[in-house]
């Protein structure tokens, strides 16, 4: 029996986050949203993971509005966003009545399908997303943050699908953000958790290492229902797959996704356009556009190896990089082997940097290093040593329970902090995520509406004169 492959396109969100480290402004989406939602794309990404702080921090724009114009564009595909599990869009633990608010405002401006996951694999840290984007009737995709270790077999992942399904989850999402699949371990995997668990299941994995297209066949072969691929201008590199050489690679078979390969060049024609641009005002750098395997031999993603080479470049030990690389691991299994996407990727990568800079290992740790060590981030997927974690965190008390159940509501203490600022109900979400950003971007807007002069701003206290 034919079995329609659906595709996600990434080119509104994943692509040029990856490419040009999310700086694509709307007014480049918006001549061609409307050609995009007559495509037949089962889902267009293109809201939440690092979209949100890009509008405010480099685009002075509202990411809610930027939602509301592709919703109002696209009126026929679904709007699909990443959502960091407890941690939302931002980079902490938020209190259940913050996220129950956000779930509701994002699907009332247009989002359908919420990808949801947790950088430990903490089905805890879950629980709270999922009942809410259920309780908005959005669907939800719970992500497997897939990474490569002693521990990470084919049966542990099939644990955790079968724990997401149990929790609500309408789809799977095996989410390689560092590009370490190769095409016969997509093969194994998802036979394994197809063979358990009867929930669709869609693979994401970028192309830095080179393989992502023949993951994604050897994926689909062995009963992948949805792949996520990137309009080829912003395709390949550190980004993903192309869109139109995988419909082609399907195409009068049974995978068929029914797509137009003319209609999809149209589309890759506007793109084409927008990429030359960036890659003339130095967005895209063209190195990133290259094959890197050597994300394959230290199972470090790309944009953490960049973050290492630049800490190390400010110590003045940028010829410790191997030391760092090969200390990265060593880290690893020390903190629980957290799989390595944000925020775990940085918090491991810095400490695995002090420890080669201090030349003895955890002289010096972070606060983050010893929170994730203490639990405050959830369980890691392997216990970590007792003796260990009281090297680390001395006195601090453990966290066992959902790190989310020890804070306190906090949306009226949000809102009352941002009264001042506030011109619709969403503003409140965009200042719980990014207080001091989001206020930068408020008085910019106030400042643009009143066609105040900047000087009349009070720079000490960055408010207005009433």
Known sequence: MAKKIKITETGLRDAHQSLLATRMPTSDMLPILE?????????????????????????????????????????????????????????RHYADDVLDYFVQRSVANGIDILRIFDALNDIKNLQSAIKAAKREKAEVQVA????????????????YAKRIADAGADTICIKD?????????????????????????????????????????????????????????LALGTSHAPTESMVAAFQGTEYDTGLDLIALSEIREYFMTLRDKYIKSGLIDPKMLATDANALIYQVPGGMLSNLLSQLKQAGKESELTKVLEEVPRVREDAGYPPLVTPTSQIVGTQAVFNVIMGERYKMCTNEFKDMVAGKYGTTPVAIDEK????????????????????????????EEAAQYVQQEEDVLSYAMFPKVSVDFFNKRRESQLGLNPDMLDKQNKTYPV
């Open 388 to 415: 260990f974690r009281n090297k680390i965190i001395g006195d601090m008390e453990p966290v066992t329970c959902r790190p989310a159940d020890l804070i306190a509501p906090e949306l009226d203490k949000l809102k």
């Open 144 to 159: 497997i943050s897939y990474t490569t270790g002693p521990v990470f077999t084919d049966e542990y992942y099939v644990d």
């Open 35 to 91: 050609k995009m939602d007559k495509v037949g794309f089962y889902s267009l990404e293109c809201w939440g993971g690092a979209t949100f702080d890009s509008c405010l921090r480099f685009l002075n724009e509202d990411p809610w509005e930027r939602l509301r114009i592709i919703r109002d564009k696209c009126k026929n595909t679904k709007l699909q966003m990443l959502f960091r599990g407890q941690n939302m869009l931002g980079y």
């Open 177 to 233: 953000m560092a590009a370490l699949l190769t095409p016969y371990k997509t093969e194994s995997l998802v036979k394994a958790i197809k063979k358990e668990v009867d929930l669709p299941i869609q693979i994401h994995t970028h192309y830095t290492s080179g393989l992502a297209s023949m993951c994604l066949l050897k994926g689909v072969e062995a009963g992948a229902d949805m792949i996520d691929t990137a309009i080829s201008p």
